[in-house]
Each structure stands twice: as structure tokens, then as C-alpha cells.
């Protein structure tokens, strides 16, 4: 038994749309995204033989109906892949996909893995976060929890109240900055590798989605300041500073330096280390602060050896409370170059693998960039780090380095 380095080989995903009867996947299976999303990222990368995937780890947050039954599984043999190829199904709410290709990657590590798929879907339209839960009253009557901890968006308040500075002027402007930096970036046709037409079916008839369906380019902090608070009265958090409601699906492909080496693959990244943590889920918005930590230490690195960010945008306050930890400027290039999910969409288990795509991609331009993180906050407390290696790294310093 052999350990092995691991490497971000390809991944795909869905445009990302609206959730709800209003949304472009309303009449779309939530299998069927994920398994879009898997088949377009086998069929480009062919010199992988289908009888080579090891396993397939695909999350979901609210594991029922189309989006139930062991997704791994069930997407595997429906994207075409062979009965001997395994699967299975993964929960960890937002970090769904991240975890998926954490434990597939840890795999790999081990030396029990040479290709994995790591991936997730989320049909938040069909499928409501927490639709149908039960949660344990002993929660609330024991307090171990507070009994608005479940609604991420009086947690995303929270962080308003305890950080005075984390004002709603500064949130505002970061939502703004994300919705033009990703109609830049589509200007500029940044997503194209990444994205996977869809078919679209409609009482409208048969359509085509090509595009992430909540974008705001006109965004203006006049439009954003008298936006409702739907949290609290007179609170901070808005739609507008805030991630929507969304349908989506991603896929990855991880894979082992061996397989690298004998089916000739291109590695696009190499994953450093990991980390997850835990805090009070009524903050639940701090939690990549110590999963971060927790993933440099790992590492031996600072956090000034990271030279770029993919940060979820669940909130804009709970990024700008991650940026004031480490002291990094809430515009500072290095984070979230082509936006993020607050005009993207977060379909929470999907977008874990979201970002690595951005990253990859992010590295291929920035050479001078030797390290990258992707992190995200977590319902019910936790937080979510992956710190990744860029294979394109010409030796030189990056912008951050040093400060």
C-alpha cells in the first residue's frame, strides 16, 4: 500500500439557475443535472477509461425524492458509466462537494484510489434546505443551540452584531464588486471551459441554458441600499448581499500521480491539505476562519503564502469577516477574481466544486501564484478549507507575498 499525491485533473458544472417555479430547472430532474454535468466532463476526457474510475462521491443537502437514493450511484450508471464503477451519497450542507472530493482525494492519498469523481447537485426549488427535517427538540431545550440557528440568514446578521465594522455599506459594495467582476468575467469569457449547456424543457416549449441565471451587471449601491431586510427589522443582510436560492450541479475529476503518469493526463492542481471546523452555529458564517487555520498549519504554510482566494459568497459579511481575520482588503485582486455566488448562484452541496474550477483556472493565468485556497462557511456551524498547489508556478513572488 502506497501513498500518492493527488491531483485536480478537469471539472464541469450546470449554469446555475433560479430555484422555484420562475427558475429554468423547474421542470428538470435534480439527477439529471449532476448527470449532465458527469458525462460531458467523461466524454472530454476520454483517455480515461470508464472501468478506471474508482469511486463516485456525489453530495447533496436534502437527500430525497430526485435528489435521493445514493446519488453516486445512481448517477454513475446513468452518465454511462459501467456496473462495476461504486458510488455514494454525501451530506455536509454547503460543503457537500467539498467534502466529496476531500474523501475522495484522501483516498487517492492513501493509496486506495487511482481516478475518483467528486461532485454535487443541488435542486433547491424541488428541494428546500431542511424540507422535511426534524431536528432534535432537545436543541432548543437543552440550549445547546439558539432556536434561529437553522436560518443561515439571522446567523449572517449575527455577524453584523458582533463586528460593529462589518457595516452593510461594506457589505453592499463587496455584492456589487462580485455581480460586475462575473459579468466581466463572462465578457471575457472566463466560464466557457467550465459550463455545460443544459436542455431545458418549458410549458414555453424546449429551451437551452447557457448562462447562470441570476446575474445583476446594472447592480448599484442606490438599487442595493433600500433593499428589504427579510431577517430581522432594520437589519443588514438583503437579497442583495446575500446568495440566492439556486439549481445546480457539479463534477471533478481527481486522480492519483500514477494515473497521471500512465494515462498521460494534465494535472491543473495538486491538493496541499484540508481542513474542517467547527463553531456555534449561530455564527455559523466564521467557520473557514478556523477550517483555514486548521488547513495552513497542516500544510507548514502562512497565510500570506497564498496568493489567491476562492471564497463562497453565501453572505457578504461572512467574507468580509474572514478578510478582517486575516487582514486582507475587501477589494484585494487576489480574492475572488471572477466574483462569486452572490451573483452566481450558491446551489449548496454543488459549489464546493464551483470554486476549485475557478481556481484552476485562476492558476493557469497567474503563474507567479505557487499556492491557492477555496473555503466556505457551513450551516450549523462548520467550515470547510482546501489548499491547492499550482502546477504552472514560474517561482516568482505573488502580489500578496511578504505582506
Given at each position: 500500500?502506497?501513498?500518492?499525491?493527488?491531483?485536480?485533473?478537469?471539472?464541469?458544472?450546470?449554469?446555475?439557475?433560479?430555484?422555484?417555479?420562475?427558475?429554468?430547472?423547474?421542470?428538470?430532474?435534480?439527477?439529471?443535472?449532476?448527470?449532465?454535468?458527469?458525462?460531458?466532463?467523461?466524454?472530454?476526457?476520454?483517455?480515461?477509461?470508464?472501468?478506471?474510475?474508482?469511486?463516485?462521491?456525489?453530495?447533496?443537502?436534502?437527500?430525497?425524492?430526485?435528489?435521493?437514493?445514493?446519488?453516486?450511484?445512481t448517477s454513475a450508471l446513468l452518465a454511462g458509466l459501467p456496473n462495476s464503477v461504486p458510488g455514494?451519497?454525501?451530506?455536509?450542507?454547503?460543503?457537500?462537494?467539498?467534502?466529496?472530493?476531500?474523501?475522495?482525494?484522501?483516498?487517492?492519498?492513501?493509496?486506495?484510489?487511482?481516478?475518483?469523481?467528486?461532485?454535487?447537485?443541488?435542486?433547491?426549488?424541488?428541494?428546500?434546505?431542511?424540507l422535511d427535517a426534524d431536528p432534535n427538540p432537545r436543541f432548543v431545550s437543552e440550549g445547546i443551540v439558539?432556536?434561529?440557528?437553522?436560518?443561515?440568514?439571522?446567523?449572517?446578521?449575527?455577524?453584523?452584531?458582533?463586528?460593529?465594522?462589518?457595516?452593510?455599506?461594506?457589505?453592499d459594495h463587496f455584492a456589487m464588486r462580485s455581480q460586475q467582476k462575473v459579468a466581466a468575467a463572462y465578457g471575457a469569457r472566463k466560464f466557457e471551459r467550465d459550463l455545460v449547456p443544459v436542455a431545458l424543457e418549458s410549458t414555453n416549449g424546449w429551451g437551452l441554458a447557457t448562462r447562470d441565471e441570476h446575474l445583476r451587471p446594472d447592480t448599484t449601491m442606490e438599487g442595493l441600499r433600500d433593499l428589504k431586510t427579510p431577517f430581522r427589522p432594520h437589519g443588514k443582510v438583503t437579497a442583495g448581499n446575500a446568495s440566492p436560492l439556486t439549481d445546480g450541479a457539479t463534477a471533478s475529476i481527481l486522480a492519483s500521480k500514477q494515473a497521471v503518469k500512465k494515462l498521460g493526463l494534465k494535472p491543473r492542481m495538486r491538493l496541499v491539505s484540508f481542513g474542517f471546523a467547527g463553531v456555534q452555529p449561530e455564527v455559523m458564517g466564521l467557520g473557514p476562519i478556523p477550517s483555514t487555520e486548521r488547513a495552513l498549519e497542516r500544510a507548514g504554510l502562512k497565510i500570506d503564502d497564498i496568493?489567491?482566494?476562492?471564497?463562497?459568497?453565501?453572505?457578504?459579511?461572512?467574507?468580509?469577516?474572514?478578510?478582517?481575520?486575516?487582514?486582507?482588503?475587501?477589494?484585494?485582486?487576489?480574492?475572488?477574481?471572477?466574483?462569486?455566488?452572490?451573483?452566481?448562484?450558491?446551489?449548496?452541496?454543488?459549489?464546493?466544486?464551483?470554486?476549485?474550477?475557478q481556481l484552476a483556472n485562476q492558476f493557469e493565468e497567474h503563474p507567479e501564484v505557487r499556492y491557492g485556497v477555496t473555503a466556505m462557511c457551513v450551516g450549523l456551524g462548520q467550515g470547510g478549507t482546501m489548499i491547492w498547489e499550482n502546477p504552472n508556478w514560474n517561482r516568482k513572488k505573488h502580489a500578496r507575498a511578504g505582506k
Amino acid at each position: 500500500m502506497t501513498g500518492s499525491e493527488v491531483y485536480y485533473i478537469d471539472g464541469a458544472r450546470t449554469p446555475f439557475g433560479r430555484a422555484g417555479e420562475k427558475g429554468m430547472y423547474w421542470q428538470t430532474r435534480a439527477d439529471d443535472l449532476v448527470v449532465k454535468a458527469m458525462r460531458a466532463l467523461i466524454e472530454r476526457n476520454p483517455e480515461i477509461p470508464t472501468d478506471r474510475y474508482d469511486d463516485v462521491a456525489i453530495a447533496a443537502t436534502t437527500q430525497q425524492g430526485d435528489q435521493g437514493l445514493t446519488l453516486g450511484r445512481t448517477s454513475a450508471l446513468l452518465a454511462g458509466l459501467p456496473n462495476s464503477v461504486p458510488g455514494l451519497a454525501i451530506d455536509r450542507m454547503c460543503a457537500g462537494a467539498m467534502t466529496a472530493a476531500s474523501l475522495m482525494g484522501g483516498a487517492i492519498g492513501f493509496g486506495q484510489y487511482d481516478v475518483a469523481i467528486a461532485g454535487g447537485v443541488e435542486h433547491m426549488g424541488r428541494h428546500p434546505m431542511g424540507l422535511d427535517a426534524d431536528p432534535n427538540p432537545r436543541f432548543v431545550s437543552e440550549g445547546i443551540v439558539e432556536a434561529d440557528a437553522l436560518n443561515m440568514g439571522k446567523t449572517a446578521e449575527r455577524l453584523h452584531d458582533r463586528f460593529p465594522e462589518l457595516t452593510k455599506e461594506r457589505a453592499d459594495h463587496f455584492a456589487m464588486r462580485s455581480q460586475q467582476k462575473v459579468a466581466a468575467a463572462y465578457g471575457a469569457r472566463k466560464f466557457e471551459r467550465d459550463l455545460v449547456p443544459v436542455a431545458l424543457e418549458s410549458t414555453n416549449g424546449w429551451g437551452l441554458a447557457t448562462r447562470d441565471e441570476h446575474l445583476r451587471p446594472d447592480t448599484t449601491m442606490e438599487g442595493l441600499r433600500d433593499l428589504k431586510t427579510p431577517f430581522r427589522p432594520h437589519g443588514k443582510v438583503t437579497a442583495g448581499n446575500a446568495s440566492p436560492l439556486t439549481d445546480g450541479a457539479t463534477a471533478s475529476i481527481l486522480a492519483s500521480k500514477q494515473a497521471v503518469k500512465k494515462l498521460g493526463l494534465k494535472p491543473r492542481m495538486r491538493l496541499v491539505s484540508f481542513g474542517f471546523a467547527g463553531v456555534q452555529p449561530e455564527v455559523m458564517g466564521l467557520g473557514p476562519i478556523p477550517s483555514t487555520e486548521r488547513a495552513l498549519e497542516r500544510a507548514g504554510l502562512k497565510i500570506d503564502d497564498i496568493g489567491l482566494f476562492e471564497l463562497n459568497e453565501a453572505f457578504a459579511v461572512q467574507v468580509l469577516s474572514f478578510l478582517d481575520h486575516f487582514g486582507i482588503a475587501d477589494d484585494d485582486p487576489s480574492v475572488n477574481p471572477y466574483g462569486g455566488a452572490i451573483a452566481m448562484g450558491h446551489p449548496l452541496a454543488a459549489s464546493g466544486v464551483r470554486l476549485m474550477m475557478q481556481l484552476a483556472n485562476q492558476f493557469e493565468e497567474h503563474p507567479e501564484v505557487r499556492y491557492g485556497v477555496t473555503a466556505m462557511c457551513v450551516g450549523l456551524g462548520q467550515g470547510g478549507t482546501m489548499i491547492w498547489e499550482n502546477p504552472n508556478w514560474n517561482r516568482k513572488k505573488h502580489a500578496r507575498a511578504g505582506k
